[in-house]
Every structure is written in structure tokens, then in C-alpha cells.
């Protein structure tokens, strides 16, 4: 939902990043205000996944140029886990599986970490226990899953319905998307996205990374951004995605390509 | 492996101090006189003299082992010396004669030796080089008949236990360092548990080595009786010398019918530093005799330390329905190596064996798993479950797992499972994106890694190798 006097929750600038040498992200402008919904759409290697992780600061990727204002603070500063603390949430595309740790005990354990850092009370086990419990059946989660180890032989849509729960323990200022909705059911879809739904207020945002409209029926999108080549090439409302689904990517890609040859050919002029 | 990681594995060692204190230290070398001279001070009987020397032409005779998945420089036993002992009152009568100096460096190790200050509920022999300078709670078990002394003392006391049980288990020349045990052993622990006695409280050793060229040789013997059982706690460690010394020491455990022994080790020898330059070579003979039906033999061992671990706590199940199990967890960094595991001998009928190993490898070590699992003809109905999990920590280290399976017998039951798993940067930036750092992170895998091991140790010890583990692993992550 757009608001009158929402605040500026993200903000980045001019972002370029390279993977092993390779830049991927080439000057990149974003800026998601609280209480608003973002896709961010884009065929394969546009850089959509690349985007979040940088955000999310994971070590492969070297930031090149650019600034990103996190609730005005300077994002690249901080190491992963202050921005984690500080609200900033990726729900991965791929959870990883940690053998031997138990789902109760890591979900806790995060909970009190960033409980710590807000100044508010960390939970016992036995409080927690009660805590998740409530929290899960949002997702409408078996609660056996709490003594299987993290992620571990988890399904597809078990996995991602653990990243939302994370979700709503942490209760992220900015939660990010990465493909939450590839690998599950309709009917997980469907549940995932309510959970989402309900997790959305007018205190904080969502940005969506998808490839797929068909999300986008059920968390609606404030703006839809396309990404191409490290870049986003187009903004507009959610009539857009239902027009990148008609039309696929290369209308646009073409589109974008001639509107930048012709602004170079201005500029020699 | 990111600099995250580096400085987790990489903390320092907390026991590398030496203490100041004036010692007897043998001239280095190794011959017939040096055993004799051994013998001598400790005014021992004509058969341990004996002992020792046919020990020792044994051990002549033999070759360094090649086998283990382990690389060091040809040791020069000439150059050891092969006895030290601080310097102090010849007898003493209680522990307040002791030099106040080794007071100090046990309570600095956190091993107390005033019985008001000493861990509560644990009896403690504390070996400092080659003597034992102390033991607590002996007066008090020796109320419920449990013989709990120094070998030294056990010799001379109860000579008849000793002469009956010594080398019963592990022969004279049962393998290359046993030899040189059995030749040159100078002290460690004896533990008599009659029949019918629980023991009322755990029983520990722990073992310091402080002298920079000696070694340590020390024999160890446990015998529970009939119906008796007792829980056995270990601990070591060593300063940091840039040379490496040897310790080789021989473990003997017996267990008649129904009896029960559990002994639990926290292994933490000086490793060496990152460069691998010092450090203790550890290489031990340890093993039970499950020699009473329905006995059993539990080793657990918790590995941090060491630059080289030979290790393989074994049971040889020789009564009916005995059982053996063998839980260890091993952790390598830096250039250590470990090459560790258990033989499990089945011998009687419906014996069961359990064995379930962690190796932990970081830095540039190299960690191996080597277990013999020997179901022989006569061990009808006999079982084996083993399981046998690797962790790797960055991309430079290595892990091995060589199981050795011999069954004889068709009706007997014998499980292997094995995994390898890695804590790569993935696994931390999940953590992190949760707001957990890469210490707090590693400590969970790593626990949750070794919890079923763990779970098998005495509480205190428990909490120990807890924090022990965190404090090896710190900067190893990243």
C-alpha cells in the first residue's frame, strides 16, 4: 500500500557489483518506502537474485560503486548479521540444510539475537516453544518440524514456509523475497502468501524477486520493476507484470536497447 | 577459507605455560641402564624389573609402525630423556606438604588438589611428568575398599593386583609404542573396584607434562570385579615447546562378570602452532578386556589436541553378552593429525559393540578414521552398529575413514554408516542473515555435530569439552 507519509526504508544509488571479476549489477536505482509492496521481476541473469544477496551481504559478491541508505543508515558498513539485527531480511531462494541443529534451538536462538539488539525480552525455551507454536500455524505447519534439524530433508515448500516463519519471528523492516514462490503447489503457494499477507504493515516492506506473475495474484505488488542486465529498465503498477506475462521480456529488452542507442546517438550529436 | 573462519579455528592455547620448578631429569637415552635406573628409584620388585627388560628386547626387535595416515621426522629415542619429577620431600603425608608451586599450576589448570576446594564428587591422581604428586579422596574410597593410588604406590602396596593384571590386556609386545611403554613407564594410576562396589564418586587422572625434553610414559590400570562398576575421567596438557615430545602411554582395563567401567577422556596436549612447529606426539595403546559375562566397556574420548593422535581405544569382548562402545569425537587444525578409531574383538557370544565417531578437520589438518570391527567363529548372535560422520571446515583440510570389517561368524549382525559434511560460507551467511554471528554459528553446528557423543560424557567434563571445542574452533570459520 502507498502512504502519504510513509518513511524511506531503502534506498540505493547508482549500485554496480561484480561476482568473481564479472560485474553483474551495473548502476542500479531502487528506492522502497514502508508499507509498500516491490516485485522485482527480470528473465534469468538479470541480476534479481545477485541484487538481494548483495543487500543481504553475502561474501561472493563485491560491491564496485553505488551507496544503499538502510532507514538512513549506510548498509555496506554493517556485516551481515547487524543488518540482519538492524531489519533486514532475505527469505532465500535455496535454505540451506544444517545437519544436527535442531529447528527449535536455531529459530531461538535468531529470535533472541535480534530481540538483544532491539532492547526487548528474549525468550526461554519453554516461552519460545509456545511463542513459535502460535506463529506456525500461520503457515499452517507441523509442529513435529521444530525437532527436525534445520532445513534438513525438508520438501521444497517445507523449506520456504521456514523462511517465512523466520519472517514472522523476526518481523523485518525490509523483507526480501528471493523466489519464495518456485518449487511450491498451488495450494503452498497459496498458504505461503497469506502468511506473507498478513505479515505485511504499514511500518515495513516486501520486495519480491520473481520470475513468475502468477505470485503476484497473491501478494499484490505496489510497483512492479523489471530488471535487465543489472539494471531496472522499467517501472509501472501490477498491470505491468500481467503484461510481461502476455509479452515476455524481449518487447521490453528491445524497447530499452533503442531508447538507450538513441540517447547515445543525442549525446554524440 | 575467508579471514571469518581463520580467526575463529585459530585461538590460542590457554595450558602452554611452563611452571618454574627445580626437577630430577635423567640424562636423555635409552638402554638397559636407564630402565634399571627407572626401576631403582622407584625401589621396585625383581618381576617389574624383569618386565621391563623383556619389554625392552622386544621392543628392540620391532619397527616403528608405517601404517597410520600420519608424516612426521624419524623420532631419535636416544634423544628423550625418560625421567622427570619435581624435586620434593621424599614421602608424602598429605597433601599440604606438596610444593606449593604445583599447587599453583593445578589450580591454574582448574584441577584443585585441597579436597574442600577440589571438584566435588571427583577423586583426582595427578601426574606431572613422570611422578603422581597427588591424590585426592583416597581415605574416603578406601572406606568402601576401592584402591585408588598412584602406580608407583600400587607396586609397592598391592603387588599381587599389579603382577596379576599388568600387561593382561595389552602384552609387552603387543605393538612398537606398548613396548616402549612397558620398558620405560614411570607412573600413572591404578584403580581396584572390589566386587560388588559402585563406585561412589568419578575417579580422575590428569596428566601434565612440563619438561621440555622428556616424555611421558605413563600406564594406567583399572580392574573392576564382579558386579562392580566405576566411571573414569581423563584430562591433559602440556606447555608450548617448539619441540615436539612424546607421550606414549598404555591404558589396561578389565571388567569381570556384570562389571561396568566407563572412561571418558578430554584430550588436550599441546597441538603445536599454526605452522605445526611443537607439539605432543600421542601415541597410545588403550584397551579393555570385557572379560566377565554381561560386562561392559565404555570409552568415550573428546580429541582437541596433539600434533600427531595414534589412538584406537579398543575392547576385546571375551564374556558372554558383554558390550563395548567406543564414542569419540576428534579435532584437528592447523597442520595436526589425527589418525583415531577403535577395534571392537568379539569373541563371546551375543557381545554387542557400538561405536559412533566425529571427526572434526579445519585449517590444513588431516583427521582419519581407523576401526577394526572382528566378529570371530565363536561369537554367535554378536552385533556391531558403527557410525562415522566427517566434518570438513574451509577447503584445506582433509578426512579419511578406513573401517576394517572381518566377520566369522554367519549369524552375527554388522552395521556401517559414514558421512561427510562441510560448514562452508553458505551454511554461515544463512546464520548470519539470521543474526547469528560465525562464532555463536559454528558452536551450534559444531554441537549439534558432536551432541551424540557429548551426551555420553559426565556432566562436568561435558561442559568442558563444550567449551573446549568452541575455544579450538574459534577463527576457524570464514
Known amino acids: 500500500m502507498i502512504y502519504q507519509n510513509s518513511k524511506t526504508i531503502l534506498e540505493v544509488r547508482g549500485l554496480r557489483a561484480t561476482v568473481n571479476g564479472i560485474e553483474i549489477l551495473k548502476g542500479l536505482d531502487f528506492t522502497v518506502k514502508s508499507g509498500e509492496v516491490h516485485a522485482i521481476m527480470g528473465p534469468n541473469g538479470s541480476g534479481k537474485s545477485t541484487f538481494a544477496k548483495v543487500l543481504a551481504g553475502h561474501s561472493a559478491y563485491e560491491v564496485t560503486a553505488g551507496q544503499v541508505l538502510f532507514e538512513g543508515r549506510d548498509l555496506f558498513a554493517m556485516a551481515p548479521e547487524e543488518r540482519a539485527r538492524a531489519g533486514v531480511f532475505l527469505a532465500f531462494q535455496y535454505p540451506i540444510e544444517i545437519p544436527g541443529v535442531a529447528n527449535s534451538q536455531f529459530l531461538r536462538l535468531s529470535y533472541n539475537t535480534v530481540q538483544a539488539q532491539r532492547g526487548k525480552e528474549e525468550l526461554d525455551p519453554l516461552e519460545f516453544d509456545d511463542f513459535v507454536r502460535e506463529k506456525m500455524k500461520l503457515l499452517d505447519m507441523n509442529p513435529d518440524f521444530l525437532d527436525r534439524s534445520v532445513n534438513e530433508g525438508f520438501s521444497g515448500g517445507e523449506k520456504k514456509r521456514n523462511e517465512i516463519l523466520q519472517m514472522a519471528l523476526l518481523e523485518p523492516s525490509l523483507a526480501i523475497l528471493d523466489e519464495t514462490d518456485s518449487g511450491l503447489d498451488i495450494d503452498a503457494l497459496r498458504v505461503v502468501s497469506q502468511g506473507v499477507n498478513q505479515l505485511i504493515t504499514p511500518d515495513n516492506a516486501v520486495v519480491l524477486v520473481t520470475h513468475y506473475q502468477r505470485l503476484l495474484n497473491y501478494i499484490v505488488p505496489d510497483f512492479v520493476h523489471v530488471m535487465d542486465a543489472g539494471r531496472i529498465i522499467k517501472t509501472g503498477g501490477k498491470a505491468l507484470a500481467l503484461e510481461l506475462e502476455e509479452r515476455g521480456y524481449d518487447w521490453l529488452s528491445d524497447e530499452h536497447q533503442a531508447a538507450s542507442e538513441t540517447r547515445a546517438a543525442e549525446l554524440t550529436l | ?478
Open chain 2, 1 to 478: 577459507m575467508s579471514a571469518l573462519l581463520k580467526n575463529l579455528v585459530n585461538q590460542p592455547y590457554k595450558h602452554g605455560f611452563v611452571t618454574d620448578i627445580e626437577s630430577d631429569v635423567a640424562p636423555k637415552g635409552l638402554g638397559e641402564a636407564t630402565i634399571r635406573m627407572i626401576s631403582a628409584k622407584k625401589d621396585e620388585p625383581a618381576w617389574l624389573l624383569e618386565f621391563r627388560l623383556k619389554s625392552y628386547q622386544a621392543w628392540l626387535q620391532m619397527k616403528e609402525p608405517v601404517w597410520p595416515n600420519v608424516h612426521y621426522p624419524k623420532i631419535d629415542f636416544q634423544a628423550i630423556s625418560y625421567y622427570a619429577a619435581p624435586r620434593q620431600k621424599p614421602k608424602l603425608k598429605s597433601i599440604d606438604e606438596v610444593d606449593p608451586e604445583l599447587l599453583r599450576t593445578f589450580e591454574k589448570l582448574g584441577v584443585p588438589l585441597h579436597e574442600r576446594m577440589a571438584l566435588a564428587g571427583v577423586a583426582v591422581d595427578v601426574i606431572f611428568d613422570s611422578v603422581s604428586v597427588a591424590t585426592t579422596y583416597k581415605h574416603k574410597l578406601a572406606e568402601v575398599g576401592i584402591i585408588f593410588c598412584s602406580m608407583s604406590e600400587a607396586v609397592l602396596q598391592h603387588p599381587e593386583l599389579v603382577k596379576k593384571y599388568l600387561g593382561s590386556v595389552v602384552p609387552t609386545g603387543d605393538n612398537y609404542y606398548a613396548a616402549l611403554n612397558s620398558a620405560v613407564f614411570t607412573d600413572g594410576s591404578f584403580c581396584f573396584i572390589p566386587k560388588g562396589v559402585k563406585c561412589p564418586m568419578d575417579l580422575s587422572t590428569y596428566f601434565r607434562i612440563n619438561t621440555e625434553e622428556s616424555g611421558q610414559f605413563e600406564r594406567t590400570l583399572i580392574i573392576a570385579e564382579e558386579g562392580a562398576s566405576v566411571s573414569y575421567l581423563e584430562g591433559c596438557t602440556a606447555p608450548a615447546f617448539s619441540s615436539n615430545q612424546l607421550h606414549a602411554a598404555v591404558v589396561e582395563l578389565v571388567a569381570l562378570d556384570n562389571a561396568d567401567i566407563k572412561y571418558s577422556t578430554v584430550q588436550n596436549w599441546y597441538a603445536g602452532d599454526e605452522n605445526g612447529v611443537g607439539g605432543i606426539y600421542n601415541f597410545v595403546t588403550k584397551r579393555g578386556l570385557a572379560k566377565g559375562v554381561n560386562s561392559r566397556i565404555s570409552w568415550t574420548q573428546v580429541e582437541t589436541g596433539s600434533a600427531i593422535t595414534w589412538k584406537y581405544p579398543s575392547v576385546v569382548l571375551r564374556g558372554d553378552n558383554s558390550v563395548g562402545e567406543f564414542y569419540s569425537v576428534a579435532v584437528t587444525n592447523h597442520l595436526q593429525q589425527a589418525d583415531t578409531g577403535t577395534k571392537m574383538i568379539h569373541l563371546g557370544k551375543n557381545t554387542r559393540s557400538t561405536i559412533v565417531s566425529k571427526g572434526i578437520s579445519a585449517g590444513r589438518s588431516n583427521n582419519s578414521y581407523r576401526g577394526l570391527v572382528k566378529i570371530a567363529p565363536t561369537a554367535a548372535g554378536a552385533r556391531n552398529y558403527s557410525q562415522c560422520d566427517s566434518m570438513l571446515i574451509g577447503d584445506q583440510s582433509g578426512a579419511n575413514t578406513f573401517p576394517y570389517i572381518q566377520v566369522r561368524n554367519s549369524t552375527a549382525q554388522v552395521e556401517h554408516e559414514a558421512s561427510t559434511s562441510k560448514i562452508g560460507e553458505d551454511q554461515l551467511f544463512y546464520f548470519a542473515q539470521r543474526g547469528i554471528g560465525a562464532e555463536a554459528a559454528v558452536s551450534m553446528i559444531i554441537n549439534g555435530f558432536c551432541k551424540d557423543v557429548f551426551q555420553q560424557l559426565p556432566m562436568e567434563f561435558a561442559v568442558e569439552a563444550t567449551k573446549l571445542l568452541g575455544f579450538k574452533l574459534e577463527g576457524s570459520v570464514g
